[in-house]
């Protein structure tokens, strides 16, 4: 007898970095997170990206903590901060060895800026692969000798494996299937010099162990979404629905940057700001500022 396929129970996340306060952008962001699982009868949790060891902050956690609560934002179950899951990544770190797919970079950002010939992605330089070429020995030499390096993904080989990829957008005239294209992007990094791993690598296994079918996300991140889909491939994940909305920007047309404090969700709390009321400015897309890039 076969027994029904149960519907997808939809899980969304918002997932920051705790290099400084949320501004109003993080904000529509999270809510909308929050709007599509509730209105599934879904599940929306709340992961902090806390592996970049030179720019995460503890007193920031709480702050966004405080911030997504004083705006209305709830998510379901535990919070996830990936500096907890280090030994995770490493495994899939040592996965990836395995398969021939990493390399060891020795390359200081002076000297990939210092070759010309880098041609650039949509990110900006894509690294010209000149640590692929050293021999096994080599590489053995170096890291005994206590050498800093990254790891690299070697793109050719991963997306030969991977072989033609696609990834399903969803968003309000419903879902459209798009080809990944992970190749322009290069060897990207995947454990950091100053980090055990990068966004690209524990955002993707995060994603899969919490289970998340729906990645609502900023336009900015619309190009690691072709990298995502490569590392579940070749990882044997599955692959969420994504979104890129558009981001907020100031007066001057620039992104809104945690650094710029005036739209911080902070400083509009202390301005005595009713949160419900930008809560709902937020949702009817009426913004204190402009928007740029992607579908909302
Ligand atoms: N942690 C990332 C950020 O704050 C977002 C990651 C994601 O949504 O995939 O920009």
């Not at 894509?126 to 692929?132: D, S």
């Not at 005036?262 to 402009?290: C, E, H, K, N």
Request: aromatic share 6%; proline share 6%.
């Amino acid at each position: 007898m076969t027994r029904p396929v149960a519907p997808q129970h939809m899980v969304t996340r918002f997932a920051p970095s705790p290099t400084g306060r949320l501004h109003v952008g993080h904000g529509w962001s999270a809510l909308m997170a929050m709007d599509l699982a509730r209105g599934a009868g879904g599940t929306m949790r709340l992961r902090i990206e806390d592996i970049d060891g030179t720019r995460s902050r503890p007193e920031h956690v709480a702050g966004i903590i405080e911030d997504l609560r004083w705006l209305g934002v709830e998510w379901d179950g535990d919070i996830l901060f990936q500096s907890q899951r280090i030994r995770l990544y490493m495994a899939a770190l040592d996965r990836l060895r395995d398969m021939g797919l990493l390399y060891p970079c020795f390359c200081t950002r002076a000297d990939i800026q210092a070759s010309l010939t880098a041609p650039h992605g949509p990110e900006g330089p894509v690294y010209p692969g000149t640590c692929r070429a050293l021999g096994a020995e080599e590489q053995t030499h170096r890291i005994a000798a206590g050498k800093a390096h990254a790891w690299r993904i070697d793109m050719a080989q991963a997306t030969a494996r991977a072989g033609p990829l696609c990834w399903h957008a969803f968003g309000a005239e419903g879902s459209e299937v798009i080809a990944a294209n992970p190749a322009v992007h290069g060897d990207v990094v995947l454990a950091r010099k100053d980090a055990p791993a990068s966004y690209h690598l524990s955002c993707t296994l995060d994603d899969a162990a919490m289970g998340v079918t729906h990645v609502l996300r900023g336009a900015d991140l619309r190009h690691a979404t072709d990298i995502h889909r490569l590392l579940q491939a070749v990882l044997d994940l599955p692959s969420p629905a994504y979104r890129h909305h558009p981001l907020l920007v100031d007066a001057q047309g620039q992104r809104l940057a945690k650094r710029s404090g005036s739209l911080s969700l902070a400083q509009l709390r202390t301005q005595g700001i009713d949160p419900r009321v930008l809560a709902a400015d937020l949702r009817a897309r009426r913004f204190p500022v402009g928007i740029s890039g992607g579908k909302a």
